[in-house]
């Protein structure tokens, strides 16, 4: 019987020891693979488009909300909606990816 308890406590502490190895390993060789590179020029600059498309999207969307919700105006929404699509057109189209060689954008299929 206390045999059995020895045995099973050895491989309960070897379990858990197992499973804390990646927490108890070294810090800089850990840290060396969480690290993260910074972006380079292109990688900022679509960051900055797609950081773009969302605020315009979500500035058209909340306007929708407001409109529908009473707190603007038909007038206002007239003034305000043209002006938020285009922006957002704008940001939609600096996303879309282009045919090879060609520079026409490519259509999405309906």
């Known amino acids: 019987m206390i045999v059995t308890i020895v045995v099973a406590g050895v491989v309960a502490l070897a379990c858990v020891l197992f499973v804390a190895r990646p927490f108890l390993a070294e810090p800089e060789a850990a840290g060396a693979a969480d690290r993260l590179d910074e972006p380079g020029e292109l990688e900022r600059r679509m960051l900055e488009l797609a950081e773009e498309r969302d605020r315009a999207l979500a500035a058209l969307k909340e306007l ?21 699509r285009r922006r957002a057109a704008a940001a939609l189209r600096t996303q879309e990816p282009h045919a090879e060689g060609s520079g026409a954008p490519v259509r999405a299929r309906r």
């Not at 007038?75 to 305000?80: A, G, H, K, V």
């Open 64 to 84: 929708e909300f407001d409109h529908r919700t009473g707190k603007v105006s038909d007038e206002d929404y007239r003034e305000l909606v043209g002006p938020l």
